[in-house]
Nanobody
Framework: VQLQASGGGLVQPGGSLRLSCAASGRIFSDTFMAWYRRAPGKQRELVTS???????VFVDSVKGRFTISRDKAKNNLYLQMNSLKPEDTAVYFC?????????WGQGTEVTVSS
C-alpha cells in the first residue's frame, strides 16, 4: 500500500485548499482512511476519518469547515478545507488501515498566513 498526499501550500486566512491522497496497492472501497496533521511544536492529531460505509468523524476544531470524501473508483481520498485559520497550519498526512496495518502518506504542508 502506498499513499501520496498532495495539494498543500500557502493560503491566506479565510481561504481554501483541497488536499488529495492517491492510494495504490491493496486499498479497497471499504478501507478505513483518515487525515491527520502535525502542527509545529505539537503532536500529531486526527483531523477526520471516513469508514468504508461513509461514516465520518471530525475533530471539533474543523467541524463545519473541513469535508472528507473519497473516490472509490480511483482510490483517492480528499480533504476540502474552507475558512482556513492560522491554527490549521500543519503538515497533513493521510492514513489507511488495511487488515490491521497502518499505512501513511508522506505528508503535505499547509501554511495559513497573511
Amino acid at each position: 500500500v502506498q499513499l501520496q498526499a498532495s495539494g498543500g501550500g500557502l493560503v491566506q486566512p479565510g481561504g481554501s485548499l483541497r488536499l488529495s491522497c492517491a492510494a495504490s496497492g491493496r486499498i479497497f472501497s471499504d478501507t478505513f482512511m483518515a487525515w491527520y496533521r502535525r502542527a509545529p511544536g505539537k503532536q500529531r492529531e486526527l483531523v477526520t476519518s471516513i469508514s468504508g460505509s461513509g461514516n465520518t468523524v471530525f475533530v471539533d476544531s474543523v467541524k463545519g469547515r473541513f469535508t472528507i470524501s473519497r473516490d472509490k473508483a480511483k482510490n483517492n481520498l480528499y480533504l476540502q478545507m474552507n475558512s482556513l485559520k492560522p491554527e490549521d497550519t500543519a503538515v497533513y498526512f493521510c492514513k489507511a488501515d488495511v487488515f490491521g496495518n497502518e499505512y501513511w502518506g508522506q505528508g503535505t504542508e499547509v501554511t495559513v498566513s497573511s
